[in-house]
């Protein structure tokens, strides 16, 4: 967007970014409400049992 002059192509883009952001929020949230959205890999845990 920084290389363009053209202000209408700016605010387009803009305006596509913030519908795309919206949905994928809506879509992240649902995901994870019905269980499907994977937990990432966590670290195992390497602690010394003393």
């Known amino acids: 967007m920084n ?3 053209r ?3 700016i605010l387009k883009l803009n305006k596509i970014s ?3 952001r919206k ?3 809506a879509g ?5 409400e019905q269980g499907w959205f994977e ?3 966590q670290p195992d ?6």
């Open 28 to 32: 992240l949230f649902l995901a994870i």
């Open 39 to 41: 937990q990432p890999p």
């Open 18 to 20: 913030f519908n795309m």
């Open 3 to 5: 290389s363009t002059l």
């Open 7 to 9: 202000s209408d192509i």
């Open 23 to 25: 949905f994928y929020s």
């Open 45 to 50: 845990d390497h602690k010394l049992n003393s």
